[in-house]
């Protein structure tokens, strides 16, 4: 348990505050769509289109706010961004049309951009360099930790299935991220770390857009990062049509898959706080995750329903395992390729590159993997296990750029 603890002072600040926050999201991910659809009547294409709209926006907007969280008091641009986003939910108690909806899922996904860029550049302060993805990872498990504790929460209100328990769910949705904003009040941290600050004029137009190496590398840990529809689509889809296991252990391997993050992200991030060691975990995650494809696309061949269960069990592992060397190779190079003056403006580049490849990942998951089967299963995992291998020498061209002088020894 101390392992997942953040040092005292502001790192701890500010896992509490992300822990409060995640609280919220998980009762919002447990009820909110139930809300709109049943209780408020909202159809479910009108809910669709209101994410797709505000999701959108977070892709436009993810860049020129990171650049933002470069400039500005980082930790009153954090504290607005939970602000605006606390405001959103208590927004979503009261909407009852399209309209509405879509005018608080952009605020709240605005919110989530400054506060997202906001914290990218807090960490690069509060952390040295090496101390980075070990921060990130605690940042994971305590991110996987308030969701599921909310989740849970969720699932009261869901259980009563009344409007009052999923307003009043909500209501707690937006408590939870004022608590965050107070919580994110006490750090002390106000202003981005700059070494060299006259680092931070260099290609002041285009920024992390002019950076073609940090691009690629975004480029091909978003394509990596698609394996998480994998898991979050495809998987209960699978094992509903397509094995002889029991609809039930889909939630034995979601909450498996939860606790897996929740003791092992920290341990296994370490090493990846350089450019070589986060190459390396990326190629080794892609075998990981090769092996969990060949163990899904096995539990579809006919077997009694135990049977497919343990393989199902093993193949999510393997996932989780490999997933959870992927995300923190990914920190690593984003971190250790990144440019430190411009650390905000670095790390929502690649969230929004990540975010991009997610949301298009689901379309290939149902249209392609799933309808080929268990060859759809193999060949998923055979293209991430190349793609992640393909990293090693990409991060090494990177890294001989001359805005870094890492040791790209890989």
Known sequence: MRTLLA???????????TFLETLGLGVFLSVGILHFTVQRDIPATSVGLALTVSGSLGLVTGIPLGRLADRANTRLLLTAGLCLQAAAAAGYVLVADRAGLIVASCAFVLGEQVAYGARGAIMGAIFRPEERVAGRA???ATNNAGIALGGGI?????????ATASAGALALFAAALLAAAAYSGLLRVSKPKVDHPAEVHVNSVWGVLADRHYLAVIVLCSLVATHAALFEVG???????STTAPNWIIGVLVALATILVVGLQVPLSTGADDVPGAARKQRGAGWLLLAACALFALA???SASALA????VLASVAYVLGEIQQTAGAWGLSYALGNEARMGEYQAAFGTGVSSGARLAPIVVTGVVLQLGQVGW??????????TTLTVPLAAWAARSPRTTMDVAV
């Open 7 to 17: 040092p005292t002072g502001d790192a701890r600040n500010l896992q509490v505050a």
């Open 138 to 140: 605690r940042m994971r």
């Open 154 to 162: 969720g699932a009261i209100a869901l259980a009563l299935g009344t």
């Open 235 to 241: 998987m209960p889809l699978w094992v509903a049509d």
């Open 300 to 302: 579809a061949v006919p």
């Open 309 to 312: 269960a343990v393989i199902l």
């Open 378 to 387: 193999l060949a998923a995992g055979v293209l991430l296990a190349i793609t």
